[in-house]
């Protein structure tokens, strides 16, 4: 008889313990989606469900562990931060300019130097239309030195890269901080399991970085510290500004024309919608530092209205043309690439 009454505690206790068990799991469980689901604010992303993906070409090459939640410092791009703007032109700078251009046209061959000599004139003081010139010319040199299969002699920022047995386009983007899309590209790549041991490519050696200046509606996009090319951008309205100072690129916050629900109306938008509004592409953003430090919901996205762009119209996100959010896209690495806010 003591031993069934011991054998029944014993079946009760362990009862018990069966019951807390599916108790901390379940508590557990919501704690994790929790964890999980966008901490938003008033930005675009609001209402944003959670979208499939872009799928990984590369399926046979295992990817890395994604980034860890918590961002470890990195070293901090110089992306120009002070441009002395002044009412009159610098004549300093206008012969330099001259003769920059003058050596790009006789020396083809000495586009790096050029190159650089122009992006230090980003540091000094200039008139708005020296500084329109300037950057003209350095996104025209892009097409050269950046985004043609061409490298050039003495250049730091891009080389050529011979290709190792097992070698995939992915594994090579990661060693040199930019995404294996942009490799492909610039070296007309059409597969990337298609890589050949032995074959020599150009590889760029990231990261892209972005600055945004909020008052006159620009992004300009860095590849480190040397200037690419510049974009207009539509930003938050005076009631829901788009912060200011230092953010990073989301890690497994680039995702391709996400489902999104207006917030405002409830409506529900999916990518195939005639006026789904989000655009091509979606570059989600944590603020690290500044107004921007802890920070989420915030996103550089596109648009279906270009009337949008070059104006404070948006819940907080950074909206480009399509074309060009999708150019952007492929440049910037998550976990990486800085985007600068700046007034």
Same mark, same amino acid.
């Given at each position: 008889?003591n031993n069934y009454r011991s054998h029944g505690r014993q079946k009760s206790k362990k ?141 730091? !920022?891009? =080389? ?5 047995? %097992?070698? *995939?386009?992915?594994? #090579?983007?990661?060693?040199? &901080? ?10 007309n790549i059409s597969n990337p399991k298609a890589l050949r041991a032995g074959e020599t ?83 989600? !953003?944590? =603020? ?5 430090? %802890?920070? *989420?919901?915030?996103? #550089?996205?596109?648009?279906? &209205? ?38």
């Amino acid at each position: 008889m003591n031993n069934y009454r011991s054998h029944g505690r014993q079946k009760s206790k362990k009862g018990k313990w069966i019951i807390v068990l599916i108790f901390l799991v379940f508590a557990a469980f919501k704690i994790y989606n929790r964890n999980l689901s966008p901490a938003f604010t008033f930005a675009d992303e609001s209402k944003l469900s959670i979208p499939v993906v872009e799928p990984d070409i590369e399926d046979s090459s295992p990817l890395p562990a994604i980034t860890p939640k918590i961002i470890k410092p990195i070293s901090e791009p110089n992306l120009h931060q002070i441009i002395k703007i002044s009412p009159e032109s610098n004549p300093e700078l206008t012969e330099s300019f001259d003769d920059i251009l003058t050596c790009i046209e006789t020396d083809p061959a000495g586009t790096i130097q050029e190159r650089d000599r122009l992006n230090e004139m980003l540091s000094t003081t200039m008139s708005q239309q020296q500084l329109a010139l300037v950057k003209k010319q350095l996104s025209s040199l892009s097409e050269k030195w950046l985004f043609d299969r061409d490298v050039f002699s003495g250049d730091k !920022l891009c =080389g050529s890269y011979e290709v190792k047995p %097992g070698d *995939t386009a992915g594994d #090579i983007g990661r060693r040199f &901080n930019v995404p294996y899309e942009i490799l492909m590209q610039i070296n007309n790549i059409s597969n990337p399991k298609a890589l050949r041991a032995g074959e020599t490519i150009k590889i760029i050696n990231g990261p892209f970085h972005c600055r945004i200046n909020r008052s006159t509606f620009t992004m300009d996009l860095f590849l480190q510290d040397t200037f690419v090319r510049s974009f207009m951008v539509g930003l938050g309205k005076p009631e829901m500004q788009t912060p200011t100072g230092r953010w990073i690129v989301k890690p497994g916050g680039k995702l391709i024309s996400p489902t999104w629900t207006d917030p405002d109306t409830g409506k529900t938008y999916d990518a195939q919608d005639p006026d789904y509004p989000l655009g091509a592409r979606w570059i989600g !953003l944590e =603020g690290i530092e500044g107004n921007a430090k %802890g920070r *989420t919901g915030f996103a #550089i996205h596109g648009t279906n &209205n270009p009337q949008q762009l070059g104006v404070a119209g948006s819940r907080g996100c950074i909206r480009l043309y399509d074309d060009d959010v999708k150019s952007v896209y492929v440049l910037l690495v998550p976990g990486v690439s800085q985007v600068l806010i700046v007034e």
